[in-house]
T-cell receptor, first 110, second 116 residues
Framework: GENVEQHPSTLSVQEGDSAVIKCTYS??????FPWYKQELGKGPQLIIDIRSNVGEKKDQRIAVTLNKTAKHFSLHITETQPEDSAVYFC?????????FGAGTILRVKS | GAVVSQHPSRVICKSGTSVKIECRSL??????MFWYRQFPKQSLMLMATSNEGSKATYEQGVEKDKFLINHASLTLSTLTVTSAHPEDSSFYIC????????????FGPGTRLTVT
């Protein structure tokens, strides 16, 4: 089955700086890669996703890149703000299921 | 759009009792609904997948007789934790995908279950 590794587990950045979270997946059959933001006590919120036929996707301050050959995908957040502080999960779409990474706690210091 | 609700948001029950959690897609019809469990400071673990009118498919290691799932309509799925024990205490989250065939899963706000 699929396995997703996510790094780093925690990330502290200064407000206005960029944050990068990286994930690797194991199964080349995975073809859908969403990113979720989860605030304390709430359900995950889909923030951006990318399909395997695309190398990069951007939505305002958020971008995702995918390297299918290396089985890597990354989340980039620019101009971070305190409200970006949360836990971020990557996932790989395996069949109709999602396999999640372990999560990254992002802290944006003001 | 793509709003999923869960009820209740929090529930406390005594050991040995059963608890039902509802998951509803409010503004779309959900072809498939998923149930996840999340322990503190951990990732989401898929418990089961359900399609409307069909029996749920459970992940390996998840007891289907303990976690009963009913997907009665395109907008409602329920998870019943039977004979709950303290180790069942967790954050239970549902998600849904729409009938358009997209891969996006939209998550509910979660239900915090505490078994005393």
């Amino acid at each position: 089955g699929e396995n997703v590794e996510q790094h780093p587990s925690t990330l502290s950045v200064q407000e206005g700086d960029s944050a990068v979270i990286k994930c690797t997946y194991s199964d080349s059959a995975s073809n859908y890669f969403p990113w979720y933001k989860q605030e304390l006590g709430k359900g995950p919120q889909l923030i951006i996703d990318i399909r395997s036929n695309v190398g990069e996707k951007k939505d305002q301050r958020i971008a995702v890149t995918l390297n299918k050959t290396a089985k890597h995908f990354s989340l980039h957040i620019t101009e971070t703000q305190p409200e970006d502080s949360a836990v971020y999960f990557c996932a790989a779409g395996y069949g109709n299921k999602l396999v999640f990474g372990a999560g990254t706690i992002l802290r944006v210091k003001s | 759009g793509a709003v999923v609700s869960q009820h209740p948001s929090r529930v406390i029950c005594k050991s040995g009792t059963s608890v039902k959690i509802e998951c509803r897609s409010l503004d779309f019809q959900a072809t498939t609904m998923f149930w996840y469990r999340q322990f503190p400071k951990q990732s989401l673990m898929l418990m089961a997948t359900s399609n409307e009118g069909s029996k749920a498919t459970y992940e390996q290691g998840v007891e289907k007789d303990k976690f009963l799932i009913n997907h009665a309509s395109l907008t409602l799925s329920t998870l019943t934790v039977t004979s709950a024990h303290p180790e069942d205490s967790s954050f239970y989250i549902c998600s849904a995908t729409g009938t358009s065939g997209g891969r996006e899963q939209y998550f509910g706000p979660g239900t915090r279950l505490t078994v005393t």
